[in-house]
């Protein structure tokens, strides 16, 4: 059989993804760690004396910490079989990233191991945010000293 | 009081929304799309539309990584505001290093507690 | 051209084990043992599969009354970085060592070479087979194990399972070794790594078509053709084939698959098993015993590989796959 003869049969055969069903999970998913997000803020605000502006830092280490033991229980990947992007997506998504990592290389030792591959999985997160930020900044600076916007 | 529970809800459950799409459609790999929703947010707050969005739906637009390029952005303009263009290196960690740190303390703390698991359910 | 085997070697005795969650196989009952700890009380996933490709061997050895200095050769492999777990087992079982690397082909490309020794003289008895372990091999080819990523219905779950068979002169109690058939390196453009049983059925297809021209046989004259681990969908990608060919597909009924059918209908295994240790864990228990009961006569076994890296997807090379056969008879 010719190689073009084969991938059509490939897809014939292969199961599209359910898209609607996926998509559905993920906003469901998604949208449950956030409220929960949103009850951490709260919480902060009420018990510990933040503000809607600074109660956001405690809230997103509180739900990395959430990540970590379901990570280390193994259920975080369960919720992300079911969820996809509605796990992955959140902050929670980004602290299992990097915890599953950890977790994984600690028979390396803490030093080789832990440490140089902690961020195997989200580094591209933290370099795409940090480059992105640079050039977004530094367009809006050049935009704001040629009086085209303001700050 | 519960209207921005709900908006948390269901922002936050488009953005991740938007993700599956990437992932399902997009045929994208998680690293591809949380890069590329890193870089939507850092835009959006570029242009001014994020801070808004994090008025209307708090959790539901802070806690996706799309805030993550956000606040690095955010911290970036500050910076450059007050301090000319070395500002846009300077300023970025400034808002941002609560999730970063709590992701590096809590994976040495895991690394140190747990073992991996192969298990299906 | 297909090797034939004039002595034909046979399949003395076989040693099978596995992790915990190969419990849930439906080939369970035929393993030799089924273990509680995935790690094999060892410190870590690689010294665990290690240990499991001893005990293997171990079962093999006690089933035929011999010991490590009796064997002349070891040769089997796995999927992990430069395989070090059977290296690893090597160092401690003794015995000269061949590694090979095959993918997931290698519980048969092991026997090809242990038969091929033994057809030369040059070997009495020899171990071959081949072994996985889950956390081992998604660590190295995939994500970390508690990473929570979605895998698609097209992905396949690598086992945790060692098999390894002790080669020997003929023997007419024991399922002998007719012929086999080397197969290439076979690449029709797949590129994704969750969706392995498409990479590797046009492998698979070119080998039983070869076996079966050179051999002037057809599907028929066998009571069993089992590939390795090609999953539900590439099994299906495979009848296709055959059936494209001009084959009808009642007459694809002896065409099965280890990995489709290792976990039977739990959908939390996605397309099926797969990884070295399903073919050989599969072929050396089952299959085997299945023979010596006088269920299948002659059975062509055709373990399947995926030969890529990780490195290869990221550079966004497609995925060459191969597949090796051997045809058993019993009397």
């Known amino acids: 059989m010719e190689k073009e003869q084969y991938h059509q049969l490939e897809q014939n055969v292969t199961p599209k993804p359910p898209y609607f069903k996926n998509v559905a999970k993920a906003f469901f998913v998604g949208g449950l760690i956030c409220t929960i997000g949103q009850a951490v803020s709260l919480f902060y605000i009420i018990f510990f004396n933040f503000t809607e502006e600074t109660a956001g830092n405690p809230t997103v280490a509180t739900m990395v910490f959430f990540a970590m033991i379901l990570t280390g229980f193994g259920l975080y990947k369960k919720i992300g079989q079911f969820a996809g992007a509605g796990s992955a997506v959140p902050v929670t998504g980004f602290g299992n990233a990097v915890i599953s990592a950890a977790i994984e290389h600690r028979s390396e030792g803490l030093v080789l191991g832990v440490g140089g591959n902690l961020f195997k999985l989200a580094g591209s997160v933290v370099l795409f945010g940090v480059v992105s930020a640079f050039f977004v900044g530094l367009i809006k600076y050049i935009l704001v000293t040629l009086g085209v916007v303001s700050w | 009081m519960v209207m921005t529970f709900v908006f948390a809800f269901i922002v936050g459950g488009i953005i991740c929304a938007i993700g599956q799409l990437l992932m399902d459609v997009g045929k994208l790999t998680p690293g591809h799309t949380l890069s590329t929703l890193v870089v939507i947010g850092a835009i959006l707050d570029g242009i001014g539309l994020y801070e808004p969005l994090i008025d209307f739906a708090g959790a539901g637009a802070t806690v996706p990584i799309t805030s993550f390029g956000n606040s690095l952005t955010h911290g970036a303009l500050a910076e450059a505001e007050r301090h000319g263009v070395v500002g846009v290196l300077t300023g970025m960690f400034e808002v941002t290093s609560s999730g970063i740190s709590a992701a590096i303390v809590f994976g040495f703390i895991g690394a140190l507690l747990f073992k991996p698991k192969g298990n299906v359910d | ?331």
Not at chain 3, 115 to 139: C, D, F, I, W
Not at chain 3, 182 to 193: A, I, L, N
Not at chain 3, 267 to 276: D, T
């Open chain 3, 1 to 331: 051209m297909v090797i034939i085997f004039q002595s034909r070697p046979s399949l003395i005795a076989a040693g099978v084990v596995a992790g915990p969650l190969e419990k849930r196989s439906i080939f369970s009952q035929h393993f030799d043992a089924i273990y509680d700890d995935e790690r094999w009380q060892m410190k870590t996933n690689e010294q665990g599969h290690r240990k499991m490709v001893e005990e293997a061997c171990q079962f093999a050895m006690k089933k035929a009354d011999v010991k490590n200095k009796d064997i002349d050769y070891f040769m089997g492999g796995d999927l992990v970085n430069q395989m070090t777990p059977t290296n690893f087992a090597a160092r401690d079982l003794d015995i000269p060592f061949i590694g090979l690397f095959s993918a997931c082909a290698t519980s048969i490309s092991s026997v090809i070479v242990a038969s091929l020794l033994t057809e030369a003289g040059a070997s009495n008895l020899s171990l071959a087979g081949a072994s996985s372990q889950h956390n081992a091999v998604e660590r190295q080819f995939r994500y970390p194990v508690d990473y929570g990523s979605q895998k698609p219905q097209t992905a396949q779950w690598t086992v945790t399972a060692a098999g390894y068979a002790l080669i020997g002169k003929h023997q007419e109690e024991y399922p002998s070794i007719e012929a086999a058939t080397v197969g290439k390196s076979v690449d029709y453009g797949m590129d994704d790594p969750f969706h392995m049983g498409a990479a590797m059925a046009p492998a698979a297809f070119q080998t039983i078509q070869s076996h079966l021209e050179q051999r002037n046989q057809k599907i028929y004259h066998y009571d069993l053709i089992l590939t390795g681990d090609l999953g539900q969908l590439g099994l299906k990608l495979l009848k296709g084939m055959f059936v494209e060919s001009g084959i009808k597909s009642e007459e694809l009924k002896p065409l099965r698959d280890a990995g489709a059918e290792f976990y039977g209908q739990d959908e939390a295994f996605q397309s099926g098993a797969s990884g070295a240790g399903c073919s050989a864990a599969v072929f050396f228990s089952y299959v085997i015993q299945q023979m010596r009961a006088g269920t299948y006569k002659r059975v062509l076994l055709v373990a399947t590989g995926a030969l890529l890296s990780p490195l290869t997807f990221q550079q966004g090379e497609t995925i060459p796959c191969t597949a090796h056969a051997i045809e058993i008879t019993m009397k």
